[in-house]
């Protein structure tokens, strides 16, 4: 069974750091893309960043280049998100998700791409 736990959320001044953890169990790197998404108060959820299956490319979209890294600890089968400067804009509930399929960002319903989610880790940044 496909398990995602997300942690490390939290509330932080704009320009500040947060690392999310994203533990995961029931498959391998290998075979799943894992991915993470934001959901802000009435918006639709948002591509954030994506490490792809077979090769481990890191994806991430406009907003949050140069500010997040992805990354992915094989023998802790957990990948992080770290966030720095962060901004109010930022301010989202972030999930991680996974599926057996190619990184995928920026379409218009992109989210519906990964079958598997976590419960979402709440991200508040004040200015």
């Known amino acids: 069974e496909v398990q995602l736990v997300e942690s490390g959320g939290g509330l932080v001044q704009a320009g500040g750091s947060l690392r999310l953890s994203c533990e995961t169990s029931?498959?391998?790197?290998?075979?799943?893309?894992v991915v993470w998404f934001r959901q802000a108060p009435g918006k639709e959820r948002e591509g954030v960043s994506c490490?792809?299956?077979?090769?481990?490319?890191?994806y991430y979209v406009d907003s949050v280049k140069g500010r997040f890294t992805v990354s992915s600890d094989n023998t802790k089968n957990t990948v992080y998100l770290q966030m720095d400067n962060l901004e109010p804009e930022d301010t989202a509930v972030y999930y991680c998700?996974?599926?057996?399929?190619?990184?995928?960002?920026?379409?218009?319903?992109?989210?519906?791409?990964?079958?598997?989610w976590g419960q979402g880790t709440q991200v508040t940044v004040s200015s």
């Open positions: 490490i792809n299956r077979i090769d481990g490319a890191k």
């Open positions: 029931g498959f391998s790197f290998k075979d799943y893309s």
């Open positions: 998700g996974a599926d057996e399929v190619s990184c995928l960002l920026n379409a218009k319903g992109a989210a519906d791409w990964y079958d598997h």
